[in-house]
């Protein structure tokens, strides 16, 4: 038997989508970096979750939280956060190692923009790994 | 009674009454009792526990 999908489901596929497809150009399709290409990815993903959401709340009429969605959005909170632990560990070891090899000469503005790309992909890839592990949750038994 | 009803009276989702059919999901206490109330039955007529490897 087919199952609809639940309010919680609905916001979390629309919620992988706008981060797959703002986070996935900014990411993949490298052009010259600068604040401003930071700041419209910023606010492109502001706009297209507003937008997903509101399309997604208005066209469901139960929009109830229940145990289960609170269980599996804590599951997925775990997941993302243990994530997140293991790229920052792995990306601090990275940066004083090459530290130690003298690998980072000073050039301004765009070594903070570097580093602002690094520690934020950390934060896209805990995000998307929180988000899916609620997804795939939702198949499968809790 | 359908299951969106039951998940109304019972205060949950229609996805967790069909988890909870398909054993995907084992709810609270609390929950338990509510559906066995809502269904007019006792506890145990509604759930039964089988240890994991060893239902049929």
């Known amino acids: 038997m087919a199952t609809s999908l639940s309010y919680r489901e609905k916001s979390l596929y629309a ?16 052009r010259q970096n600068s604040v401003n290409r930071v700041a419209g990815m910023i606010l492109a993903i502001i706009v297209l979750q ?11 009429r139960n929009r109830i939280t229940d145990e289960r969605d609170r269980l599996i959005e ?13 790229l920052m ?8 190692f090459h530290a130690a090899l003298g690998h980072f000469p000073i050039e301004g503005r765009w070594v903070g ?11 896209v890839i805990s995000d998307i790994a929180k988000t899916t592990t609620q997804i795939v949750t939702y198949r499968r038994a809790l | 009674m359908t299951q969106q009803e039951l998940a109304d009276k019972v205060g949950v989702t229609r996805q967790t009454v069909i988890a909870i059919e398909q054993d995907r999901y084992s709810p609270s206490l609390e929950t338990a009792f509510k559906v066995a109330t809502v269904l007019g039955v006792r506890l145990e ?7 994991r490897g060893k239902r049929s």
Do not use: D, K
């Open chain 1, 113 to 123: 923009l570097h580093f602002l790309n690094v520690f934020f992909g950390m934060l």
């Open chain 1, 74 to 86: 804590l599951r997925g909170y775990r997941v993302g956060y243990f994530t997140l632990a293991s």
């Open chain 1, 15 to 30: 919620s992988l989508v706008a981060e797959l497809a703002v986070y996935g150009p900014y990411f993949f399709l490298h």
């Open chain 2, 45 to 51: 007529e509604c759930f039964q526990y089988e240890p």
């Open chain 1, 89 to 96: 560990i792995l990306g601090l070891g990275m940066l004083w």
């Open chain 1, 50 to 60: 507003i937008i997903l959401q509101s399309i997604i709340a208005a066209f469901t």
